[in-house]
């Protein structure tokens, strides 16, 4: 019985998948590859790592809006697959600047 209680033990304790710890699954936002420009834009825009940016965006229609610290840059869809600079809007949140093209 002892013997049998043992073997049992060691065969558990052998076991790695047996008490391995659970697998995460870790989601990313990153996109699978990356344009140059913008790749160089974002780079820029933290001083090349140096400083932490923090940044929302949201698109409505035709118009592309882009929030950060000091207020938020309205691009309108240029018709060719890109975005001109439209407006900007000083110290105005994404949901501010958003209000005044829904009308």
């Known amino acids: 019985m002892q013997r049998a209680v043992a ?7 052998a076991s790695p998948t047996l008490f391995a710890a659970p697998v995460r699954t870790v989601t990313t936002v ?3 590859s990356i344009a140059h420009g913008n790749a160089m834009f ?4 933290c001083g090349a790592g ?3 940016i923090t940044i929302r965006t949201m698109a409505i229609g035709t118009r592309f809006f882009f929030e950060e610290p000091a207020g938020v840059t309205v691009y309108a ?6 975005y001109t600079k439209e407006n900007f809007f000083k110290g105005l949140t994404l949901d501010q600047a958003m209000k005044k093209y829904r009308r």
């Open 7 to 13: 073997v049992t033990l060691l065969l558990l304790l």
């Open 30 to 32: 990153a996109p699978p």
């Open 42 to 45: 974002l780079a820029s825009l």
């Open 50 to 52: 140096k400083k932490k």
């Open 77 to 82: 869809f240029d018709g060719k697959g890109g």
